[in-house]
């Protein structure tokens, strides 16, 4: 089973600041990683496909990097709509997700 | 436009079984495969299995072996998860997602109650 670690698993931040989320995966999972976003009570929705690439509709604040094992997901001026934790996920072998990184108003 | 609707909220008993469904619309649903994940409340997702709706193939989570059965109705376009000897730890919200191979649908998710 290949485990996803998320840093960190909170994250306090004012509207309009740059965030940089962190996923690290316990063996290679190649760019077959996607990230998430959850709101209370809402399913996840797909932010990010094959590491870096936006899902439709997604706005271009948000940008994905990394291969292999390191991955960042990055928000580069956070709105009020973007509080909400976010998870990531790979599906280069059985799928497994990380533990999540809240975003929290600071 | 795709949709996947689940069925509504359940409470069972410990030792109980529940079955969920989940409607698939807007897309040809023996194309993708449909993925089950649960969700705790307030913590993390965790992938239950898939099932292939073309020919029915599944592929199960080692921790939910023996216990889950995912099958499908292709003339309902519909998926269902099974999940047998239930606990309370098995209290969740349970999602089903077409597989893209990322999930880029999902259902709005059936919370499942264990309870005596």
């Known amino acids: 089973e290949i485990v996803l670690t998320q840093s960190p698993a909170t994250l306090s931040v004012s509207p309009g600041e740059r965030v940089t989320l962190s996923c690290r995966a316990s063996q290679t999972v190649g760019d077959s990683l996607a990230w998430y976003q959850q709101k209370s009570g809402q399913p996840p929705r797909l932010l990010m496909s094959?590491?870096?690439t936006r899902a439709t509709g997604i706005p271009a604040r948000f940008s994905g990097s990394g291969s292999g094992t390191e991955f960042t997901l990055t928000i580069s001026s956070l709105q009020s709509e973007d509080f909400a934790v976010y998870f990531c996920?790979?599906?280069?072998?059985?799928?497994?997700f990380g533990g999540g990184t809240k975003v929290e108003v600071k | 436009q795709v949709r996947l609707v689940q069925s509504g909220a359940e409470v069972k008993k410990p030792g109980a079984s529940v079955k969920v469904s989940c409607q698939a619309s807007?897309?040809?649903?023996?194309?993708?495969?449909i993925h089950w994940i649960r969700q705790v409340p307030g913590q993390g997702l965790e992938w239950m299995g898939w099932?292939?709706?073309?020919?029915?193939?599944?592929q199960y989570a080692q921790k939910f072996q023996g216990r889950v059965t995912l099958t499908r109705d292709t003339s309902l376009t519909t998926a269902f998860m099974e999940l047998s000897g239930l606990t309370s730890d098995d209290t969740a919200v349970y999602f089903c997602a077409r597989d893209s191979p990322e999930y880029d649908f999902w259902g709005q998710g059936t919370l499942v109650t264990v309870s005596s």
């Open positions: 094959t590491a870096s």
């Open positions: 996920q790979q599906y280069h072998h059985l799928p497994s």
């Open positions: 807007g897309y040809r649903f023996t194309i993708n495969y």
């Open positions: 099932i292939n709706p073309n020919n029915g193939d599944t």
